[in-house]
Each structure stands twice: as structure tokens, then as C-alpha cells.
């Protein structure tokens, strides 16, 4: 980068970045994790600094997006604890009820709107990707996606309501 480039972005860096860090901390919710975002998004800003035509907007958009990547790729947040809990987790029995039970309810939808599921949430395919597969239409895919979990939900929220009235008489 050339030398008056250079001085513009350290400009743009010093003026902006408390407006820019609320914007990440608004985004994270934590603050360490925003300010580690914000300097991961101007390290790319500064790669094309002599490209952007308005680096404001560019950050924010590389700063939304690298949030938006880091959150769906998330699987398991960690949780630390001071002490050992003295209360044990769950026992492995209910895990497989719960799974069995979900997967009876899955293999009951039909064939298509299962297979987006399958395909969109078990597999942890784009949603374009999904419809490209299936030689179908992204909104046919939202659709039955939205459709499916809305009849697993139904499905498995009577089985609890009719397991708790059971367990009761």
C-alpha cells in the first residue's frame, strides 16, 4: 500500500473505532470477542483499502459477516465452571428415548419434506445447496423445511403432553 493509503486508513482506524467496536459489541454481546472481530475485519479492510470506495460501510459488512460465519459454525458453547456440579447429567437411557422418539416422528413426514430436513439440518447443508439437489425451488425448500419442523414440533410436543398426563394418574 502506498504511503498516503497507509495514512488514511490509520485515519479511518482512529476516527471510527469506537463507532465501529459498538457496532461489534452490539452484534457479539461480548466485548472481547468484538474487539477480536473488528481488528479481524480490518485486517481485511486493509488488504483493499485502495479499492473501497466507502470503508465505513465495507467494515461493517465484513464485520457482520464474519459474525454471521462465526456463529454458524458454533456447535457446542462452552460453559466453565468454578466446581464440579454435584448433580449428574442426564442418564443415557433418556438421550436414546429422546432420540428414538424424534426419529420415529422424522421417519413419519413424508418423503420429500424429510429429505430437506435430512439434508438441511442433519447434514448442515445451505439451503441452496439443498434445493440444487433436489431439482427444486430455494422457497420449496424453506417451505417444507418451516412445514416439517412445525409437524416434529407438534408430533413431539403432544408425546410429551400425553407422557406427563400418563405419569400423573
Known amino acids: 500500500m ?9 485515519e479511518f482506524v482512529t476516527s471510527r473505532w ?9 452484534l457479539t454481546g461480548d466485548d472481547d ?8 475485519a480490518l485486517v481485511r479492510v486493509h488488504r483493499r483499502w485502495n479499492r473501497i470506495d466507502d ?14 460465519s462465526w456463529w454458524r ?6 460453559q466453565l465452571m468454578g466446581v464440579v456440579p454435584d448433580t449428574p447429567g442426564a442418564e443415557p437411557q433418556e438421550a436414546l428415548a429422546v432420540r428414538d422418539e424424534l426419529w420415529r416422528a422424522v ?5 420429500r419434506m424429510r429429505a430437506v430436513l435430512v439434508l438441511r439440518y442433519f447434514e448442515d447443508l445451505p439451503e441452496a445447496e439443498v434445493a440444487r439437489l433436489m431439482g427444486c425451488s430455494l422457497g420449496s425448500v424453506k417451505s417444507q423445511a418451516s412445514r416439517g419442523l412445525d409437524r416434529l414440533r407438534g408430533v413431539l410436543g403432544r ?11
Open 2 to 10: 502506498r504511503q498516503d493509503g497507509e495514512e488514511r486508513f490509520r
Open 18 to 26: 469506537q463507532a465501529l467496536l459498538r457496532t461489534a459489541c452490539l
Open 33 to 40: 470477542r468484538a474487539e477480536d472481530l473488528l481488528q479481524v
Open 55 to 68: 470503508p465505513e460501510l465495507y467494515v461493517r459488512r465484513v464485520v457482520i459477516n464474519l459474525n454471521n
Open 73 to 78: 459454525r458454533r456447535r457446542v458453547q462452552e
Open 107 to 111: 421417519l413419519a413426514l413424508p418423503p
Open 159 to 169: 408425546e410429551a403432553r400425553e407422557a406427563d398426563l400418563a405419569r400423573r394418574v
